[in-house]
């Protein structure tokens, strides 16, 4: 029966830390995306096409799921404060205490539902947001709202489009290798259109290497649409691409999801690129749930006194929002060092969450049982 009743006050808490983290959740979310509603009506006024509203709702929800892994510590502090505040000021936190249940045991159920919030994002949310990313990407080039041209790096190879004021190219290479400021491919595909999608040759190489704005083809084949082949030992193909420029608009970390992240790393490595901002990506939606019980446990420090005098009471709720706000721009420091390559990738992105949950456990054992 003992077991039972503590089961019940477990989905009590757990439950109503859920509501306080929805609460607070959408509140940023929904900040996130009028903004974003706002600033895309303006940009979108400017263009020669009319881009339905759809789109720019979309694009409001590309921009929420963006800062979606960024903006949950933070939505997790605000909410274990609000928690913890509502359960002292209703005395329920006094009663929990008053029947024995120490501070590790309430905060069991609300540590785990912060490990499966960041599970969640992890494995759920992270390819929502991969697959949006996608279509938005599709609707801007139809809309003609980025006019840049695109490319794909997958674990198939390297997919591009390139555009002129008469015609656009779709090159696809099975695999690429940078060597310096050159590129290298293999089995090289090209496909040739006219603005309005109508095939117009088709280019095969064996080999090809970019250099100094210069593609160069070996062993070629150019089909046009009749069928008729023409082929070439070497053929120079003009093109705006650079190494540098493929290296600069690979595919952002958040375009992938945490099931494709690390097929794509291992290729990105091995065709001779950095891709160090992935696995930096990677490893913060790994370790996730351990930043979001960092942030929990902060609150918890700074939440849950007994002591009801009101003005000491939003004196430690202030703090606690301040260091916890401190040390989620710290961690986002280091990470971005490790991003640079000066400290190991793995260290900066456990450093920061791993010392704040030992240093919270230790102010909480001192605190709650002397």
């Not at 609300?110 to 494995?123: D, K």
């Not at 599709?138 to 489009?161: A, D, V």
Request: aromatic share 12%.
């Amino acid at each position: 029966m003992k077991i039972k009743k503590y089961n019940i006050l477990y989905k009590f808490l757990a439950i109503h830390f859920i509501k306080s983290f929805g609460l607070v959740f959408c509140c940023i979310a929904g900040i996130i995306g009028l903004f974003s509603i706002i600033d895309n009506l303006k940009s979108f006024a400017n263009k020669a096409r009319d881009i339905p509203f759809s789109v720019t709702i979309q694009y409001a929800l590309l921009d929420i799921s963006y800062t979606l892994t960024t903006t949950l510590p933070l939505s997790v502090l605000l909410a274990g404060i609000l928690t913890f505040w509502k359960l002292s000021r209703t005395s329920e936190l006094t009663v929990i205490r008053s029947i024995g249940i120490s501070v590790w045991q309430f905060l069991t159920p609300i540590l785990g539902t912060c490990i499966a919030i960041g599970i969640l994002n992890m494995t759920v949310l992270s390819p929502i947001g991969s697959a949006l990313q996608k279509r938005v990407s599709r609707l801007s080039y139809k809309y003609e709202i980025t006019h840049s041209n695109p490319l794909l790096f997958s674990q198939n190879g390297l997919w591009l489009k390139e555009k002129s004021d008469l015609s656009q190219s779709f090159i696809y290479a099975e695999y690429i290798k940078k060597e310096g400021n050159v590129l290298n491919a293999k089995n090289l595909t090209i496909f040739i259109t006219d603005l309005k999608n109508n095939f117009l040759k088709r280019i095969e190489a064996d080999s090809a290497t970019l250099k100094n704005r210069r593609l160069i083809l070996n062993k070629v084949k150019i089909i046009d649409p009749k069928l008729f082949i023409d082929e070439f030992d070497v053929y120079d193909y003009p093109t705006v691409l650079t190494v540098d420029k493929i290296e600069e608009n690979s595919s952002e970390p958040e375009s992938f999801s945490f099931w494709e992240l690390p097929g794509f790393i291992r290729f990105f490595e091995k065709s001779g690129f950095s891709a160090r901002k992935h696995l930096s990506y990677f490893y913060t939606l790994l370790f996730l749930p351990l930043t979001l019980c960092a942030m929990l446990l902060i609150s918890a420090i700074f939440s849950i006194s007994p002591k009801r005098n009101q003005a000491n009471l939003i004196f430690k709720l202030t703090g606690g929002i301040l260091i916890g706000f401190g040390v989620f721009f710290m961690d986002q420091i280091v990470r971005a060092i490790g991003t640079s390559g000066r400290i190991p990738i793995f260290i900066a992105n456990i450093t920061i969450p791993t010392v704040t949950i030992l240093l919270c456990i230790t102010i909480l054992l001192y605190e709650e049982d002397g």
